[in-house]
């Protein structure tokens, strides 16, 4: 069997569970962007509890395009935009029974908001900024940290996402 298919076939059974309770107010999330989420690069969970400080992927990769609309998936209060590494980022902070412990990343993303803006949930928070690098292709790095811990954000919006077909 092709080692490909093999590794596609591990990736698919590892995939995280997603749970329909998405927050403590047992909200679902609306997805960061419109139509099917195909996740190019998933959150690396295992290695991440492994070492906190180490190499993993601390988010997910969603397969997108240049110029598409960025949402916010729930409400929330803009807590940093700016540029790191030249690419364009923005961070909500997110209320709740968590306090304002709960904050979602999205790069690239380039965005009109400022720092103290709110959005409300279905939102447009910006556009994909450049192509990123998932065989060509542009994506929205989407990230969750919840208490200094990352997390997978997949799991907000209780429905099951598609992987792309790298045959």
């Given at each position: 069997?092709?080692?490909?298919?093999?590794?596609?076939?591990?990736?698919?059974?590892?995939?995280?569970?997603?749970?329909?309770?998405?927050?403590?107010?047992?909200e679902?999330?609306?997805?960061?962007?419109?139509?099917?989420?195909?996740?190019?690069?998933?959150?690396?969970?295992?290695?991440?509890?492994?070492?906190?400080?180490?190499?993993?992927?601390?988010?997910?990769?969603?397969?997108?395009?240049?110029?598409?609309?960025?949402?916010?998936?729930?409400?929330?209060?803009?807590?940093?935009?700016?540029?790191?590494?030249?690419?364009?980022?923005?961070?909500?902070?997110?209320?709740?029974?968590?306090?304002?412990?709960?904050?979602?990343t999205?790069?690239?993303?380039?965005?009109?908001?400022?720092?103290?803006?709110?959005?409300?949930?279905?939102?447009?928070?910006?556009?994909?900024?450049?192509?990123?690098?998932?065989?060509?292709?542009?994506?929205?790095?989407?990230?969750?940290?919840?208490?200094?811990?990352?997390k997978?954000?997949?799991?907000?919006?209780?429905?099951?996402?598609?992987?792309?077909?790298?045959?």
């Open positions: 069997m092709d080692p490909l298919k093999i590794c596609l076939t591990l990736l698919i059974a590892l995939l995280p569970t997603f749970s329909a309770d998405a927050s403590s107010s047992n679902r999330w609306v997805s960061p962007l419109a139509g099917k989420l195909i996740v190019g690069r998933t959150f690396d969970g295992a290695a991440y509890r492994a070492n906190h400080y180490g190499r993993a992927h601390r988010g997910v990769d969603l397969l997108s395009e240049v110029g598409a609309q960025v949402f916010a998936p729930t409400d929330g209060v803009v807590a940093y935009v700016g540029v790191i590494n030249s690419i364009p980022i923005i961070v909500l902070a997110h209320a709740g029974n968590h306090g304002n412990k709960l904050r979602t999205y790069l690239p993303v380039e965005t009109l908001l400022m720092v103290g803006d709110l959005v409300r949930k279905a939102d447009p928070i910006g556009n994909i900024a450049s192509q990123s690098h998932f065989f060509g292709k542009a994506v929205l790095h989407w990230g969750e940290r919840l208490n200094g811990e990352y997978n954000p997949l799991r907000r919006l209780g429905a099951p996402v598609i992987l792309p077909r790298l045959s």
